[in-house]
């Protein structure tokens, strides 16, 4: 590769060599968004490598069509790169997915909580084991088709959230570090529409210019959650009782896996006078148990593996005042963050808000402007208001 020059202007990658001595890896995952990264940084002159993750089994993938990174994705992927021409790889990272995602998701679920594989799966997957094979590959940099913007900061690459609000992803890539963010390119995320990455692929005559967007977890077809966690873990669902927060007890449950916090429907205790929502599972004692929705309302969310982006650090004050997202379907709400320690915090949520849960993040935004810095995972049940 070439020696990069100091006084070389920067090309749109923000490096400082021409973009046919540029080598960028890109993250397929057979969609029209990391296509069009891809086609894009191709037509620009860059010198492209296109790399997809064989996640899970390829036969069974086969019949999930709506699943990223199943065996209809990598065929699409690898069309992409013979239509822009450039290479194209398939690496087989199944045995470190079931270990760094699926087994936890399911663990995690069996215990009550509410995991984001996605999370986890960018974190330990895609921007630590596939980040290392791009630089294998020579790489200058790795790039996705992820909805999120990375600035030139002064004190080195910020994260910020998309130029579109209903695209934005930084809920789920709120562990990227600064070493990451450092190699990392997100191509896409200053795009005011997902028209205008349609009208892209149009525009290269990508195939999947109208391929729909993937809705469900991609180990986890149809949604059906419940049905992933007994093939993973058989038998381990046991049944238990239903109970009132004021310790009647209402009925029985066929497992703790079945149950979600802040649901009210579907949990089989009809003929009630008032509406009853699941308020929290305890695993321990196989109880899932349901009182009145004001008791869903959370203040205090104590968080730990807390990833920190921000200049200072995270225990140079007491208290950072900001906003947080407790689920990625809400939007930033103001906070108040109290470091216990560099990973672990306490949240205070100005407004409570309604079905925070164990297992999902609770993800740091600057309260003015667009800048994330950071989040952690939500980690035990909070106290109630």
Known sequence: MTTLTTDAPLNSLGLAKPPAETRVVVAMS???????????????????????????????????????????????????????????????????????????????????????????????????????????????????????????????????????????????????????????????GHLKTKDETRALARRFGLDVADKPDSQDICFVPDGNYVGVIEKLRPGAAEPGEIVHADGRVLGRHEGVIHYTIGQRRGLGIGGLSEPLYVVKLDVDARQVIVGPKEMLATRIVPVREINWLGEAPLTARAEWHLSVKVRSTRPPREAILRPISETEAEVELLTPEEGVSPGQACVFYATEGSRVLGGGWIWTGPEKA
């Open 30 to 188: 057979g969609g029209v968004d990391s296509s069009v990264v891809a086609a894009m940084l191709k037509a620009e002159g860059y010198d492209v490598i296109g790399v997809t993750l064989q996640l899970y089994d390829h036969g069974a993938a086969l019949a999930k069509k709506n699943a990223c990174c199943a065996g209809i994705d990598i065929h699409d992927a690898r069309r992409v790169a013979e239509e822009m021409g450039f290479p194209h790889y398939v690496l087989d990272y199944e045995n470190i997915f079931q270990e760094a995602v699926i087994d936890e998701f399911a663990d995690s679920y069996l215990a009550g909580a509410t995991p984001v594989p996605c999370i986890r799966c960018n974190e330990r997957v895609k921007f630590k084991d596939l980040l290392e094979t791009a630089r294998e590959l020579d790489a200058d940099c790795m790039a996705t088709g992820h909805y999120i913007q990375r600035f030139a900061g002064d004190h080195g690459p910020e994260l910020h959230r998309a130029a579109d609000p209903t695209r934005d992803q930084s809920y789920f890539l709120f562990s990227t570090t600064p070493e990451q963010l450092d190699f990392l390119r997100f191509p896409l």
